[in-house]
């Protein structure tokens, strides 16, 4: 074994480790602030003109927290590559989970934007880019879905690593709401939405960059998200035909 390959083995090492902690990291911001939701509404706190909307209308603000926490703490699973290699059946069970909360997520995100009351601080454009990036998390989710129904895997990673990046934009817009809020003050409408988007657009540059970088799978993992009897390996003769499940 070449130095070189010894040496990259450490560094690849940290990463894997890193990669997991650090989302777990991010995803510890909307998972406290959506248990902190849950528990006024449970708790009957007292009614705001900031979270009057919540309690006139709370089952679509429940079904969005829990689905988001489900989605993004389970999505963290999916990017550890030892949990992958030794319990591959924990993968795909995570992965059938993953895919109808990530759509909740996104879709109540929906409903909420356009039913709820718009906040003071929420203007034309915030809007409009929450129905622009909820509805990308759709597309991501369903067409990674329709990759691995396909066995498409490298297709499948890829997008539902773009949904997965699109739905901890609330991890990241935390990061770019702080400097903000701590140099200049509480944004207004086109401030706020401009942290909004750059906090998703971070997060899928970041995305882009992991896709691209791993490059085509040499392997072919099982399948995360195909259910049903006989489904979980691909026939012989599509195997056959693409060993790496590649296009």
């Given amino acids: 074994m070449t130095s070189s390959a010894k040496a990259g ?3 690849s090492a940290r990463a894997n480790r890193l990669v997991p902690a650090g989302l777990l990291l991010l995803t510890a911001v909307p998972v406290i602030a959506g248990m902190a939701r849950l528990t006024q509404l449970a708790g009957g706190a007292k009614i705001t003109p900031e979270n009057a909307r919540f309690f006139a209308s709370p089952v679509p603000v429940v079904v969005h927290i829990v689905s988001v926490t489900l989605f993004s703490v389970l999505g963290v ?3 550890v590559p030892g949990l992958r290699r030794r319990k591959p059946g924990l993968h795909r069970v995570a992965g059938r ?3 109808p ?3 909740a997520a996104a879709l109540s995100g929906l409903w909420m934007t356009l039913f709820y009351p ?11 880019l929450r129905l622009i990036f909820g509805s990308a998390m ?3 989710i369903v067409l990674g879905f329709a990759a691995i129904r396909r066995w498409r895997v490298a297709r499948h990673r890829a ?6 990046a699109i739905g901890m934009g609330a991890g990241t817009q935390v990061l770019t709401h702080l400097p903000w809020v701590l140099i200049v003050g509480t944004p207004g409408k086109p401030s706020k939405a401009a942290l909004m988007a750059a906090g998703w657009l971070i997060n899928l540059a970041v995305a882009e960059w992991v896709i691209r970088r791993r490059g085509p799978l040499r392997t072919s993992p099982a399948p995360a998200v195909v259910s049903g009897a006989g489904r979980d390996r691909p026939p012989a003769r599509v195997a056959a035909a693409h060993p790496s499940s590649e296009e």
């Fill in 118 to 128: 718009r906040p003071d601080d929420t203007g034309d454009a915030l809007t409009g």
């Fill in 9 to 11: 083995r450490p560094a």
């Fill in 159 to 164: 997008w539902m690593i773009r949904g997965y």
């Fill in 77 to 79: 699973l999916q990017f």
């Fill in 101 to 103: 909360s990530g759509l």
């Fill in 97 to 99: 989970v993953l895919v």
């Fill in 138 to 140: 759709v597309v991501s």
